[in-house]
């Protein structure tokens, strides 16, 4: 449990600099029993994409995110049917919900475009994550796993003007 709190202070150190304001960012606390080997998925740029590991109507597995072109390390396993949503160049995660037990049993991102990734057997205690600040986007996940993933929270920060340049409704 310490080492969660200190990857939690420790990404919003990283995440906040002499620029920002702390009301910038903000953190969904961990949800599950936190048992397991703690992850954190983090990257340079956006996230513009998630992948979600689900077996037949059953825990959430394993969790991968893009930031830009590149893919994380996967937290978990890659047990199961993959899920996946690619964002488009205006698009960002502003919500992930779901349910627990003693693992993630299901998970629910949401974007902006009101697009959504679902993945698991919704059973169990429901959780709803989201950014203080209405300018926020998810910027990276952490928890832990044992086999799947057991735990789970989220960290926002406000994303950045958006660029009306040639990428526009496009996929990255």
């Given at each position: ?20 304001d702390s009301e910038e960012y903000s953190f ?43 893919w994380t390390d996967i ?98």
């Amino acid at each position: 449990m310490i080492l969660l709190l200190f990857i939690a202070l420790l990404s919003r150190t990283a995440l906040a600099d002499g620029h920002h304001d702390s009301e910038e960012y903000s953190f969904s606390p961990h949800v599950g029993s936190g048992q397991g080997i703690s992850y954190a998925l983090t990257g340079s740029g956006r996230i513009t994409g998630v992948r979600l590991w689900e077996a037949s109507n059953n825990f959430v597995y394993g969790i991968q995110l893009r930031y830009d072109y590149t893919w994380t390390d996967i937290a978990g396993r890659e047990l199961g049917i993959m899920q996946e949503i690619e964002l488009f160049h205006d698009e960002f995660i502003v919500q992930i919900s779901g349910k627990y037990t003693h693992n993630i049993q299901s998970l629910v991102i949401t974007t902006n475009l009101g697009r959504s990734l679902y993945a698991g057997r919704p059973t169990g205690h429901s959780f709803n994550m989201y950014p203080d600040n209405e300018k926020g986007e998810l910027r990276l996940i952490s928890g832990r796993f044992h086999g799947a993933i057991t735990s789970l929270g989220a960290h926002w920060g406000v994303r950045p003007e958006p660029d009306y340049g040639s990428h526009y409704g496009k996929y990255y």
